[in-house]
């Protein structure tokens, strides 16, 4: 079946820096991703949508500065945390759309990459 | 507004015990999906099922089963002869038929089996 592979899984960075999480598509083409975040112990809350060659779409209350989403290839939507603060410490999950023939479309989701910021 | 409520936060049972997780979701949409996923304590979503809005009728997997019942908008998910690898949090979700990925998320529930 299809794969939707997350890097890196785990991350620890001090406060201040800037962390990057990819998730990639590996054996289908997704024009569109979509990235999660979940708390500890909470439930997952959409962050934004990634759109293959165009700006993301952010949900509400979601700060499009802090969180830069990149969608430069059919199988690469990156996750930029900028300027990570100990709040921002959460486990991050990307999902990712294939389209089989027809109006089949099946969804998956990536392994997930938990963020610690010191 | 989409809105999906799973109102049993934890569920401790002991092995072999039937148990049933309810679900219950709020859309103004006629044509919808519905999904439930299974995470464990490493964290990656495990893919259970997913029902679309126009199929009521129960499906069976293996231990698990699930009741979609449109009029009082539920999906109960129920594992049958439960064993302690069951532990897990448990997650019912909601989504549009016309955006399958945009996915609304009930709050989960912990359920963990006792040998």
């Known amino acids: 079946g299809a794969v939707v592979s997350q890097h890196p899984s785990r991350v620890i960075c001090k406060s201040g820096t800037s962390v990057k999480i990819e998730c990639r598509s590996l054996d289908f083409q997704a024009t569109t991703m979509f990235w999660y975040r979940q708390f500890p112990k909470q439930s997952l809350m959409l962050m934004a949508t990634s759109n293959e060659g165009s700006k993301a779409t952010y949900e509400q209350g979601v700060e499009k500065d802090k969180f830069l989403i990149n969608h430069a290839s059919l199988t690469l939507s990156t996750l930029t945390v900028t300027s990570a603060h100990p709040e921002d410490s959460s486990f991050y999950i990307c999902s990712a759309i294939a389209f089989r023939g027809g109006a089949s479309a099946e969804l998956f989701f990536g392994e997930g990459s938990r963020l610690t910021v010191l | 507004a989409q809105k999906v409520t799973q109102a049993q936060t934890e569920i401790s049972v002991v092995e072999k015990e039937d148990v049933t997780l309810d679900c219950v979701y709020e859309?103004?949409?006629?044509?919808?999906?519905l999904f439930w996923y299974k995470q464990p304590p490493s964290g990656e979503l495990v893919f259970l099922i997913r029902r679309n809005s126009f199929d009521e009728q129960n499906e069976i997997s293996g231990r698990y089963s699930w009741n979609f019942q449109k009029s009082t908008s539920s999906f109960n998910f129920t594992i049958t002869a439960s064993q302690v690898v069951d532990s897990a949090v448990y997650f019912c979700?909601?989504?549009?038929?016309?955006?399958?990925?945009?996915?609304?998320f009930g709050q989960g529930t912990t359920l963990q089996v006792k040998p």
């Open positions: 859309t103004r949409d006629t044509t919808y999906y």
């Open positions: 979700a909601l989504s549009e038929a016309g955006n399958t990925g945009k996915l609304i």
